[in-house]
């Protein structure tokens, strides 16, 4: 983009990166409007600019902050004959200190000024760009925009709203011959902060006229985004725009009880183990209504072999891990071993390790309680299920009776 011949609007121009961008454009062959409440600062600018450049000037002066500052404005320049081919809204306030500890009055000048000021010379400017077919707009936002700023809250959000605001505006007009763009400084010598008790590094401090500089020069290449600081703060906005890394799959050996994901992570959620444990047990009352099949509470008169019949296969959820339901299994009618996840024995000895244990002799449980009702393998493999059949159980053999099986 050239500069040269354009007519440019500057807020903030009175010091700062909006004098700086005074400057800037009129050193490129740009007519410039500068506007600031300071009308004596103006007046000396335009002085400066006049006998540097040979360019028009057309100081402004104005307070945005106000409810019908940006009208003010919009008239002024339409009783004045001027058309505004590029608008930077630099114009920016904001106060430091805890926010409820400051006086309300300031902080909402902050956001009349960098909020409302802004949208609405946006959209009066704008709109009469949208209607030529061609102009630009240069909001100057701040590597605040990226990260919340405790002592500078207001400020802070103001500038995440200058950046939310623009990136949409310039999606709207992508083929109105307008081009927007948003410029984030870092920390720039523009004393902003005097009058208060901070104070910043001059290491990592940018001046003024490298930041106006670099800013026109992203904006004539097209840019969205110009990080006109130090390589240091755009590193600080970098890491925000990326998103929070994605959980990751558990390896698994063999040999080994398969890992649980923890609770909430993408599709591995998985049921609390608590709602079943309370559900079956006898002191308390289910908080869901349980199907004939889950073990204490089906119908006393339903055999339990009909129970399970009933109950149609299911296809476990966690498909492809060890270790999870993928078959069907069979209750143990004599041997000795122990139940591992829900089988029940009818005779002999050993523990239940996560079911009931049901039957006569009674066999002593780990837990007491069912935690979840289903085979894990779906076969009997010395007393424990594992691949859908009997196998070495002493004293015995399976039934026949298919129990369908269910991951947990």
Request: charged residues 20%; hydrophobic residues 35%; positive net charge.
């Amino acid at each position: 983009m050239d500069y040269t011949g354009i007519t440019a609007l500057v807020t903030g121009a009175s010091r700062g990166i909006g004098r700086a961008s005074a400057r800037e454009l009129a050193r490129r062959g740009a007519h410039v409007v500068p506007l600031a409440r300071s009308a004596d600062a103006l007046d000396a600018l335009a002085a400066e600019i006049r006998a540097r450049h040979p360019v028009d000037v057309h100081p402004l002066a104005a307070d945005l902050s106000t409810p019908d500052g940006p009208a003010l404005v919009v008239r002024e320049l339409a009783a004045r004959g001027i058309t505004i081919d590029l608008l930077i809204n630099n114009a920016g306030a904001g106060t430091v200190g805890p926010f409820l500890h400051r006086p309300y009055g300031p902080q909402r000048a902050t956001v009349d000024l960098n909020v409302h000021g802004l949208m609405a010379l946006t959209h009066a400017i704008g709109g009469q760009m949208v209607a030529r077919g061609r102009g630009g707009i240069i909001n100057v936002s701040s590597t605040a925009a990226f990260q919340p700023m405790p002592y500078q809250a207001g400020y802070a959000a103001t500038k995440a709203f200058v950046l939310s605001f623009t990136e949409a505006l310039a999606h709207e007009l992508r083929d109105s011959g307008v081009r927007v763009m948003a410029a984030h400084p870092g920390a720039v010598d523009t004393g902003f902060f005097d009058g208060t008790t901070a104070v910043m590094d001059p290491r990592v401090t940018d001046s003024p006229d490298r930041v106006a500089a670099k800013t026109l020069d992203d904006f004539a290449r097209g840019r969205l985004n110009s990080y006109p600081g130090r390589p240091l703060h755009r590193a600080q906005t970098v890491v925000a725009r990326f998103p929070a890394p994605r959980h990751r799959r558990p390896r698994h050996r063999r040999g080994e009880p398969p890992p649980r994901p923890p609770h909430g992570h993408g599709r591995l959620r998985h049921r609390p183990t608590n709602v079943a444990r309370r559900a079956r047990t006898p002191s308390r009352t289910p908080i869901f209504p349980l199907p004939a099949w889950c073990g204490p509470h089906a119908p006393a008169g339903k055999p339990a072999a009909a129970s399970a019949a009933a109950r149609p296969p299911r296809r476990s959820r966690f498909r492809g891990w060890p270790g999870r339901a993928h078959g069907t299994g069979h209750r143990h009618a004599a041997g000795s071993g122990s139940t591992r996840d829900g089988h029940r024995q009818a005779a002999g000895s050993g523990t239940a390790r996560d079911g009931t244990a049901t039957g006569t002799p009674p066999v002593p449980a780990r837990h007491g309680t069912a935690r979840h009702g289903t085979a894990r393998h779906g076969t009997a493999r010395h007393g424990t299920a594992r691949h859908g059949t009997a196998r070495f159980g002493a004293g015995g053999a399976a039934s026949p009776v298919p129990v369908p099986a269910r991951g947990r």
